[in-house]
Structures are given as structure tokens and as C-alpha cells.
């Protein structure tokens, strides 16, 4: 099955930074998400991005579908980005979400 | 539109009990799918129900099963609790291939 992979594993920024975070996966995919895992667990929506290029604010996502990868930009960090940051790919007959094993990131004032 | 609703938010169960999470999908979304979310495991996929049919599921024991109603809403189930399944459960409905996901079922068994 799929495989999904996140780098790097955790991240500490200054506030005010930017920074990029990394998904591949190993075979091609009906869909490529990116969640924010807030502090009470849920996962909160970033981008749906099966491919192409989107920006929502100082966030944007990238994805080359035939290269087999995604990237999150963050740009101009805030405290309030901190937390856990996943990508999942829905496999090929869409029925179940594979993550990755996310991203910590820690921004400090 | 109501987001996906999960209950209840917490559960503290025995070991060898079983247990019975809930998830109701945004409206007029027909897919459902469960997963588990562990500090060892990471998250992982449990099974995913379209129109009453489990169309998919994941590598678990027998223990974790689960259903679909006409109206969408599901249930998984977890019998003979064991200390292992302690963990956020998390349901998510679809629109077309874009998932949404519910605030969480956390679980631990004593």
C-alpha cells in the first residue's frame, strides 16, 4: 500500500521565521491533505491539494503529483502555529487516508 | 452545516469491556471512516463504511468492528478492552475525496 513520509520530525522556529515542511509518498493518490492537529486532538483542515499550488494567508501548499511529493510553507511563524502537522494521501480506490507520522513544531516568542 | 460530531469526547473503560464510539458525518456526506491515533502508532486507518458497506478495513484484530446506518451515521465497536486500545479515536466523513474530521473519541482503559 501506500506509504507516506514526513521530514522533518520536529521543527523549532523563532517567531517570525519561515519554514517548509515535507511529505512524499510512494505511489500515486487520489488526494493529498494537510491537517493541523489542535491541542484537543482534532484535525483541522489546511489545504486539500491533490496537486497544484494554493495559499490561505501566510500558509500555502505545493503539490507535484508526478514527483511524488507535497510541500507546507509557513511563512512569518506565529506562537499559535505551534502543534503537530500532518499530510495524508487517500489511497487509489479512496477508501482509507494514509499519514504520515507528522511534523512537532514548536514556535517560541 | 454542522461539522462531524463524535460521541462521546472522552471514555474511561475496564479492561475486557467493551465499548461503542459514535459518529454522525456532515450532512449529506455518505463515507465514513475510523482511525486510531497512538503515541506508538501514529494514526492509523480502521475501516471505512459507504452507504452501509464496509468497503475497506484496516489491520486490526477482530475485537474492532463497526456498522453503518441508513442515515450515515456510525458506530465502531471495541470488545475485550484491552490496555493497548487506549487511544484518540477519530472519524472522518468525505466529500467526494476531501476528508473532514471530528473532534475525537479519547479513550483509556484501566
Known amino acids: 500500500g501506500i506509504q507516506v513520509e514526513q521530514s522533518p520530525p520536529d521543527l523549532i522556529l523563532q517567531e517570525g521565521a519561515n519554514s517548509t515542511l515535507r511529505c512524499n509518498f510512494s505511489d500515486s493518490v487520489n488526494n493529498l491533505q494537510w491537517f493541523h492537529q489542535n491541542p484537543w486532538g482534532q484535525l483541522i483542515n489546511l489545504f486539500y491539494?491533490?496537486?497544484g499550488t494554493k495559499q490561505n494567508g501566510r500558509l500555502s501548499a505545493t503539490t507535484v503529483a508526478t514527483e511524488r511529493y507535497s510541500l507546507l510553507y509557513i511563512s512569518s511563524s506565529q506562537t499559535t502555529d505551534s502543534g503537530v502537522y500532518f499530510c495524508?494521501?487517500?489511497?487509489?480506490?479512496?477508501?482509507?487516508?494514509?499519514f504520515g507520522k507528522g511534523t512537532t513544531l514548536s514556535v517560541s516568542s | 452545516k454542522a461539522g462531524v460530531t463524535q460521541t462521546p469526547r472522552y471514555l474511561i473503560k475496564t479492561r475486557g469491556q467493551q465499548v461503542t464510539l459514535s459518529c454522525s458525518p456532515i450532512?449529506?456526506?455518505?463515507?465514513v471512516s475510523w482511525y486510531q491515533q497512538t503515541p506508538g502508532q501514529g494514526l492509523q486507518f480502521l475501516f471505512e463504511?459507504?452507504?452501509?458497506?464496509?468497503?475497506n478495513k484496516g489491520n486490526f484484530p477482530g475485537r474492532f468492528s463497526g456498522r453503518q446506518f441508513s442515515n450515515s451515521r456510525s458506530e465502531m465497536n471495541v470488545s475485550t478492552l484491552e490496555l493497548g486500545d487506549s487511544a484518540l479515536y477519530l472519524c472522518a466523513s468525505f466529500e467526494g475525496t476531501e476528508a473532514f474530521f471530528g473532534q475525537g473519541t479519547r479513550l483509556t482503559v484501566v
Open positions: 450532512s449529506g456526506h455518505r463515507s
Open positions: 495524508a494521501a487517500l489511497n487509489q480506490a479512496g477508501t482509507a487516508l494514509i
Open positions: 491539494i491533490p496537486s
Open positions: 463504511y459507504f452507504s452501509e458497506t464496509q468497503r
